[in-house]
Antibody, heavy 118, light 108 residues
Framework: EVQLVESGGGLVKPGGSLRLSCAAS????????MNWVRQAPGKGLEWVST????????YYADSLKGRFTISRDNAKSSLYLQMNSLRAEDTGVYFC???????????WGQGTLVTVSS | EIVLTQSPGTLSLSPGERATLSCRAS???????LAWYQQKPGQAPRLLIY???SRATDIPDRFSGSGSGTDFILTISRLEPEDFAVYYC?????????FGPGTKVDVK
């Protein structure tokens, strides 16, 4: 059974940093593209970042302006999102999701809540 | 920049009725990269349709997708109680994923 479990969310002050993790199991992690998607309270889904299976290709939403860094450790079947210079508008639930052949996000974690507030 | 527009914003229907949800792209996109998701309150999204018309694993056949170019449709042939949720379309283009704003299907 495919499982994705996010962790690392919490309350952080504006300008602070946070590192999210996503532990994967039930599939061969090193062969799949992985994604981060976020959702502000009461709002829709917003794609954040994608990393290819080997980590060679990385893409970010233009709106992030270099504040976030995606990475992965295939030996640990883990995905990460380093978030710096956090702003109130970064508040929301962050989901990790597996990417399939045409980019569709076929499995999702339950999400981890990030709250940016003073 | 491609924008996805979903309509209607809210669809009020009764169980057993047919639901037709629209996703329109601001310019022509590849149907291979068009997906639909369902999200219920407090839950993660669930993949329903990929490649515009292929059902994902374990998705009931009352869900179907169609369309090409700029206009895509998600149809739920007969609404079951568990189908009342928010539905998002998603497109992959130029190394970016774009989500539509969503359509909420609620009980009339």
């Amino acid at each position: 059974e495919v499982q994705l479990v996010e962790s690392g969310g919490g309350l952080v002050k504006p300008g602070g940093s946070l590192r999210l993790s996503c532990a994967a199991s039930g599939f061969v992690f090193r062969t799949y593209t992985m994604n981060w998607v976020r959702q502000a309270p009461g709002k829709g889904l917003e794609w954040v970042s994608t990393i290819s299976s080997s980590g060679s290709y990385i893409y970010y939403a233009d709106s992030l302006k270099g504040r976030f860094t995606i990475s992965r450790d295939n030996a640990k079947s883990s995905l990460y999102l380093q978030m710096n210079s956090l702003r109130a508008e970064d508040t929301g639930v962050y989901f990790c999701a597996r990417g399939d052949d045409y980019g569709e996000h076929d499995y999702w974690g339950q999400g981890t809540l990030v709250t940016v507030s003073s | 920049e491609i924008v996805l527009t979903q309509s209607p914003g809210t669809l009020s229907l009764s169980p057993g009725e047919r639901a037709t949800l629209s996703c329109r792209a601001s310019q022509s996109v590849s149907s291979s990269y068009l997906a639909w998701y369902q999200q219920k309150p407090g839950q993660a999204p669930r993949l329903l349709i990929y490649g515009a018309s292929s059902r994902a694993t374990d998705i009931p056949d009352r869900f179907s997708g169609s369309g090409s170019g700029t206009d895509f449709i998600l149809t739920i042939s007969r609404l079951e109680p568990e189908d009342f949720a928010v539905y998002y379309c998603q497109q992959y283009v130029n190394s970016q994923f774009i989500f539509g704003p969503g359509t909420k299907v609620d009980v009339k």
